[in-house]
């Protein structure tokens, strides 16, 4: 390698040879590298400012010192110097200073006139930080994939789907929270699968091998919740058996319980359940004992809990007992990602309920994708088992659906009024060519799912926008 300098340059260097010498030390300690150079036999003569903040090492550690002590003496792990002599060729490789700091070394052999090596050049760059960022990324990469390995093998396990991205990251947290076996309160709609989420934290905890139990607290009588979840004590009440009975708590001591519904607890029972929270134990009815227990409680509503705080229908003290961790689960129409695979999920079950062989066609599944669902997951599973009983044929069809959309609506004609067939089937085609546009964000592989070529595809979507705004 050559410096090249103009023909100004010549009055950079002068004065005394002290001067000299001042303004080459300048020149080097401004190299943003470290520079350390020896002689022909090893022996330091020169390092940088760059170079000691780099190692650590002052110049009185190493100055006027030959390389093979140096190493020696452990101040250094290995030197390329060394190595460097011995093989008569540049080389690199990494190094670890006593401070931590980790370099990347190139040595340099210079030769004379002679071809003998009269002294060698090693550059020292700091590579600490970059070091550092890789092994962050190596370790997110492997949570990454981690992660990835555990949805892919948990997203379809008791008819639980991720496939959209909201899902997935409630999915997430769900995974966290699973681990730290604290209280967790389940928010959204009916049918949105709370029992389902309340599951999957339940099996990927702590407490997998113990009990799940889950309560619906609507679906309990008031005269019979308490005894239901504390217990009675024989002769508590008429009817109550000789020996007593072990409540849902006692019953799933060192397990885990689904209170679904928890808005609907009544008020009196809200006491009870908030002592459970606090010291673990609770008293069956007619008894004057305490049983201690040790459960795991997932709570889930699709009430306001808050606003029914702010009403006086629920305890505030309870509310904030539960509500430790809360897990919002999105509605179906926030997930519409979801939609086919649970709809292919579901059917494939009906098929071998049932010992049938059916599909849904393509207008069948975009009515089921355009559609609102407010029954969430609960009312797609219900529409897919009675479209898979009532349809004739086993290809499904949009007409076999026992649901409409907005637009299916519009569309409706009286009997006998004529059909722009070809209208019909420009805005079908468009509607396709639009929504794979937007799937895979680029002409080639948009058109590739169609089965036709970027040609076609531009031409196409140009044609039908023309076509459907007149």
């Known amino acids: 390698m050559a410096i090249y300098m103009s023909q100004d340059a010549n009055s950079l260097l002068k004065g005394s040879l002290e001067e000299i010498n001042q303004q080459l030390c300048a020149i ?9 150079i020896t002689d022909g036999d090893a022996n330091t003569i020169l390092v940088n400012q760059t170079y000691e903040a780099i ?27 060394l190595t460097a002599l011995e093989a008569r060729k540049t080389v690199t490789l990494e190094q670890t200073f006593r401070k931590g700091t980790q370099a990347l070394i190139t040595s340099t052999p210079y030769f004379d006139k002679n071809h003998e090596i009269s002294m060698v050049i090693t550059v020292v760059r700091d590579m600490t930080e970059l070091y550092d960022l890789q092994e962050k990324y190596r370790e997110s990469e492997e949570r990454r994939r981690a992660e990835m390995r555990f949805f892919q093998q948990h997203r379809f396990a008791g008819g639980l789907v991720a496939e959209d991205p909201k899902t997935i990251e409630t999915l997430r947290m769900a995974q966290k929270v699973a681990a730290l076996d604290t209280t967790v309160l389940l928010l959204g709609e009916t049918g949105v699968g709370k029992e389902q989420f309340a599951r999957f934290i339940y099996e990927n905890s702590s407490r997998v091998g113990q009990s799940f139990i889950s309560i619906n607290c609507g679906a309990i009588p008031p005269s019979l919740i308490e005894s239901e979840l504390f217990g009675y004590e024989r002769g508590a009440f008429t009817g109550a058996s000789r020996e007593g009975k072990m409540g849902v708590f006692e019953s799933a001591d060192k397990g885990t319980v689904f209170l679904d519904e928890i808005g609907d607890l009544p008020l009196e029972m809200q006491v009870h359940l908030l ?23 997932i709570a889930a509503t699709n009430r306001d809990l808050l606003e029914m705080v702010r009403e006086k229908t629920f305890r505030e003290d309870l ?13 179906l129409r926030q997930r519409k990602a979801d939609i086919c695979p649970l709809v ?59 649901i409409q959309t907005k637009s299916d609506k ?23 060519i639009v929504k794979a546009y937007e799937t895979y964000g680029n002409v080639r592989a948009a058109a590739a799912s ?21």
């Open 410 to 432: 519009g569309a409706e004609r009286e009997e006998g009024a004529p059909i722009d067939l070809k209208k019909m089937v420009a805005k079908l085609e468009y509607h396709y």
């Open 28 to 36: 080097l300690d401004s190299v943003y590298d470290g520079l350390y």
């Open 55 to 81: 190692s650590g090492l002052r110049p009185e550690d190493v100055l006027g010192k030959n390389m093979r002590e140096i190493v020696s003496s452990g101040l250094i792990d290995r030197s390329g110097t």
């Open 344 to 402: 292919h999920t579901f059917l494939d079950d009906m098929n071998r309920k049932y010992c049938l062989h059916k599909t849904f066609s393509a207008p069948a599944i975009e009515v089921m994708r355009r559609y609102q669902w407010p029954g969430n997951v609960r009312e797609l599973k219900n529409v897919v088992e009675q479209a898979v009983i009532l349809s004739n044929g086993d290809s499904i069809l949009s007409s076999d659906l026992p």
């Open 319 to 331: 509310y904030y007992r539960l509500r430790v961790v809360p897990i919002c689960i999105p509605p």
């Open 450 to 470: 169609l089965g036709m070529d970027g040609g076609t595809f531009v031409r196409k979507r140009k044609k039908y926008e023309q076509m459907l705004q007149e």
């Open 275 to 297: 002592r459970v929270l606090q010291e673990m134990k609770v008293k069956r009815v007619g008894g004057v004992r305490s049983i201690p227990v040790d459960v795991r409680i």
